[in-house]
């Protein structure tokens, strides 16, 4: 086997790089696309966030000066730097600061200074605009963790004194963050994002500002090549959604919506028909415009072999279950159908709590 072709790098460092290149190269364009950029082990690029989320976090603050008290691998001070005069890129561990050094002057990111220290320590002696923090969920005895309290570093402890240094706290949790968990841990919490890229959960963020005593804005957003879809509203509305039997049209809402809870809220934003207290699926007369997927209905079929026997006249669809005692997987062996096609099933528990399957097609705007 050939030895490395480069004087002082190892054959194990070298292919350590390049299967850390790889890695990112959907997640991180510019990145991959910049010569001389140098990659940590792929551990530090597990947690990182994609061009895309950066992006999305740094239009929601600005001002002279940013601390990012956990920088890893630097992506979101890169993006951050655009709306700041100076970023503090705070990494304790040493190899990795020098790297993102490294790569910021590749970069020409001038104003990011690279600090290899304790991010959280240094910022409670300091005054800046914003704070930002992407805790660790790796724990040394627990393994990968989401809760908050288990994180590196442990936020719920050290917000108030955080708040001290700052006008406002951005915090970036995992999606697997229950929100209602993450409330009773936060305080002062002013609004939650939910972050989609093309319909997949990936980060929820907390805007928090000492002083604030009333229900957050949650903000469900789903990032999509075609556009954005965005849908607001205040954590706590309690609103009785109108249960209708499939009509015309069924919508599926995104996976930021259905992360954020608002199941009875969009119900009336929308004025569309829920098809059950359970079933988290949308019904209308008249196709609308929805934050979400959206179905023209062909049929409802009750739930029985003669009649599921009989509707099924193709052999490939797209299955999905809402409110139903059976799998996918189950359903497919069951009935025979293969995975594709233009169809697309509904298993589902109607109004009446009597199980449907609805089969559809797919509508575009």
């Known amino acids: 086997m050939a030895g490395s072709p480069f004087e002082n790098i190892s054959i194990q460092e070298l292919a350590s790089q390049i299967?850390?290149?790889?890695?990112i190269e959907k997640k991180l364009p510019t990145w991959y696309s910049t010569n001389n950029i140098i990659y940590p082990p792929k551990l530090n690029l597990e947690q990182t966030s994609s061009e895309t989320t950066a992006d999305y976090k740094s239009s929601l603050v600005g001002g002279k000066k940013l601390a990012d008290i956990t920088g890893g691998f630097g992506v979101d001070s890169y993006y951050f730097s655009s709306k700041f005069e100076s970023i503090h890129h705070f990494?304790?561990?040493?190899?990795?600061?020098?790297?993102?050094?490294?790569?910021?002057?590749?970069?020409?990111?001038?104003?990011?200074?690279?600090i290899a220290r304790d991010g959280l320590q240094q910022v409670l002696e300091s005054d800046y605009d914003v704070i930002y923090a992407d805790p660790s969920r790796r724990h040394d005895s627990k393994?990968?963790?989401?809760?908050?309290?288990?994180?590196?570093?442990?936020?719920?402890?050290?917000?108030?004194?955080?708040?001290?240094?700052c006008r406002t706290f951005l915090l970036k949790t995992s999606p697997m963050l229950d929100i209602s968990q993450g409330l009773q841990e936060l305080d002062n919490v002013v609004e939650i994002h939910i972050v989609a890229v093309e319909n997949e959960v990936k980060e929820l963020l907390w805007l928090i500002k000492e002083g604030q005593n009333e229900s957050p804005l949650v903000k469900a957003v789903n990032l999509k090549k075609a556009g954005r879809e965005e849908f607001s509203f205040k954590w706590g509305t309690n609103k009785a959604p109108e249960y209708a039997h499939p009509q015309n049209y069924l919508y599926e809402p995104n996976a930021a919506i259905l992360k954020s809870g608002a199941f009875n809220i969009i119900s009336e934003h929308y004025n569309v028909n829920k098809l059950n207290k359970n079933t988290h699926l949308y019904?209308?007369?008249?196709?609308?415009?929805?934050?979400?997927?959206?179905?023209l209905i062909e049929a409802v079929v009750p739930y029985s072999k003669s009649e599921i026997k009989k509707a099924l006249t193709f052999k490939k669809a797209n299955i999905s279950i809402r409110n139903f005692p059976e799998s996918v997987e189950k359903l497919r062996k069951k009935w025979k159908i293969q995975d594709g096609g233009d169809k697309y099933l509904f298993f589902?528990?109607?109004?009446?709590?009597?199980?449907?399957?609805?089969?559809?097609?797919?509508?575009?705007?």
Do not use: W
């Open 19 to 23: 299967e850390s290149r790889k890695k």
């Open 91 to 114: 990494e304790i561990n040493k190899d990795l600061s020098e790297i993102v050094r490294h790569n910021f002057k590749v970069l020409q990111k001038t104003s990011i200074e690279c």
């Open 143 to 165: 393994g990968k963790v989401f809760f908050l309290e288990y994180c590196e570093p442990n936020i719920p402890d050290n917000l108030p004194k955080i708040l001290r240094s």
């Open 283 to 295: 019904t209308s007369e008249t196709l609308i415009e929805f934050p979400g997927r959206s179905f």
């Open 348 to 365: 589902v528990t109607d109004v009446d709590d009597k199980k449907v399957m609805i089969i559809s097609s797919k509508v575009a705007f």
